[in-house]
């Protein structure tokens, strides 16, 4: 996996990027998920978004999931 | 594996081409989140011929439309309570803030979804990690915690990092000197202004700060961060170390932060941030060791974007190498180095409140002071500087009042300042941003022109 400036990611960030991802795809699908699960992965995902920014992936913005 | 000195090495060790390249991959994503969710930016951007697609170096920056806190309130005050600025739903916001508000001017008011709120701790977490803040370390906040965003950013930086945070709100001068000796802080934010202020507390309460476990302050709020005089007191005082932070409640966060090589200026965050420095006049950009405004675009807060935003301050810039840190982000030499709009010209001499107060700093005897401008006679500028010396054993206050008023006039053209010493205490103390120049003047410059505003 690269970045946008053509960086190759190291195993460990590949790992956070995919839980990020995830992590999206669960919240933007997930419609029986209690409010525990969803306000906490809303928190996750607000903190990992900061990572996958961090690594030049852009990752645009999150407000439809409400995060 | 050895410990980093950077919160985000790649990016702050990144060679400036690719810093650039980041730069116009991030404006140019801005400009089009911009053009499909802020209609009210979108017309400026199309009436400046400006389109995402359009963006292929930074050069493109400039034909972007400047945008002043004026049109901005403007905005606020047509379509209240946030203007038609907002690239999100309000349903989506978890944080609501405004300006401090010491200017006595109308608040700008923002909002903040869950993520741009993790970002600015993020941006704070460059500058603590970046000034040594590691995660055994104990933060007093000597902040009220309000609407004003101040620390907010700096306490969710300090527990993202891992630090035991201790929130110094609503509390006394005392009492936040007490807990920062009895819980043993390593870590103490303030203003440069209250960090004088708790240190004389302490002298009143016999209680020797230097001797504490105190090692870094972290400063926000006010230029004297920077002001080698005001910064060399603080340390002295603390016997810790100082380090200068810049920030506004327009972006949410700091967008500069001293490293703890401590090189006399502040470094850009310049993966999340392209500022400009320009000429307050013309609008024409300034070289590097120029003074100029600031203007700032932020990549961060997607709720209300910021595009070449015009900041009033000054700064002068200089490259990364004014550093020996390793970090390729460029620096402002002496941080912030006033606004834009704090010069007085009195008897036809310039006089800006941070030169005065570097120099007033030079007095360590000097707990407090005030700088008034009045008119005489009706027709004539004056200007005195107000100062508090307690009786301290060996310390003569009429001589230390003569020489600032020589030293002030030196440093100004031979400008007469009358410089006054006032009962202790009777000067206003600051926890925010401090207001030291009080302008009472009924006529300005030439006979006859009348002052507009108090």
């Known amino acids: 996996m690269k970045n946008a400036m053509g960086v190759e990611l190291s195993e460990s960030e590949r790992s956070l990027v995919e839980c990020y991802q995830g992590l999206v795809r669960v919240l933007k699908d997930g419609k029986d998920l209690a409010p525990f699960e969803r306000r906490n992965a809303l928190k996750a995902v607000a903190a990992l978004w900061q990572v996958v920014n961090g690594l030049d992936l852009d990752p645009g913005q999150l407000y439809e999931i409400g995060a | ?454």
């Open chain 2, 1 to 454: 594996m050895q410990e980093s000195p950077y919160w985000n090495p790649r990016h702050e060790t990144m060679p400036r081409d690719q810093i650039e390249a980041l730069q116009v991959r991030k404006l140019k994503n801005l400009v089009a989140w911009t053009e499909a969710r802020v209609p009210w930016q979108a017309k400026r951007l199309k009436a400046a011929g400006v389109s995402a697609e359009s963006i292929t170096s930074l050069k493109d920056l400039q034909r972007i439309p400047m945008m002043t806190r004026d049109e901005w309130i403007q905005a606020q005050l047509e379509d209240p309570p946030f203007g038609p600025l907002l690239a999100a739903p309000q349903e989506a916001a978890i944080r609501y803030h405004l300006t401090s508000g010491t200017t006595g001017r109308i608040p700008l008011q923002v909002l903040d979804s869950m993520k741009d709120w993790e970002w600015i701790a993020e941006m704070w977490c460059y500058g603590f990690w970046g000034f040594g803040v590691r995660p055994r370390d104990i933060v007093f906040f000597a902040f009220s915690y309000g609407t004003f965003v101040g620390f907010w950013g700096a306490h969710y930086a300090s527990e993202k990092i891992g630090c035991l945070v201790l929130p110094g709100g609503n509390m006394t001068t005392e009492a936040r000197v007490k807990q920062i000796l009895t819980m043993k802080a390593t870590v103490v934010c303030s203003t440069p202004t209250y960090a004088l202020r708790m240190a004389q507390e302490a002298k009143t309460m016999g209680v020797d700060l230097a001797g504490s476990a105190v090692k870094r302050l972290i400063l926000s709020g006010e230029p004297a961060g920077s002001i080698p005089a005001t910064k060399r007191l603080i340390e002295e005082e603390w016997g810790a170390k100082a380090a200068d932070t810049a920030g506004m409640t327009e972006v949410g966060t700091i967008m500069m932060f001293e490293c703890e090589r401590q090189p006399g200026g502040t470094h850009i965050i310049e993966d999340h941030y392209i500022e400009e420095v320009v000429d307050p006049e013309t609008g024409e950009p300034v070289g590097y060791g120029e003074l100029g405004e600031r203007l700032i675009t932020s990549f961060g807060r997607g709720f209300i974007p910021v595009l070449r935003y015009r900041t009033r301050d000054l700064v002068v810039r200089v490259p990364a190498s004014g550093c020996t840190c390793g970090r390729s982000f460029d620096l402002y030499d002496g941080g912030i180095r006033g606004r834009v709009d704090d010069m007085k010209l009195v008897r036809g001499t310039n006089v800006y409140p941070r030169a005065v107060e570097s120099i007033v700093r030079e007095f360590k005897e000097i707990d407090e002071f005030r700088i008034h401008l009045y008119t005489a006679d009706g027709r004539q500028d004056e200007i005195e500087v107000l100062v508090e010396i307690p009786n301290r054993e060996g310390v003569n206050a009429d001589r230390t009042v003569d020489e600032l008023a020589k030293a002030l006039s030196q440093a100004h053209e031979g400008l007469r300042f009358g410089c006054k010493r006032v009962e202790n205490g009777s000067l206003p103390r600051f926890e925010l941003k401090a207001k030291r120049l009080q302008d009472d003047r009924i006529v300005i410059g030439t006979a006859g022109e009348r002052r507009v505003t108090a």
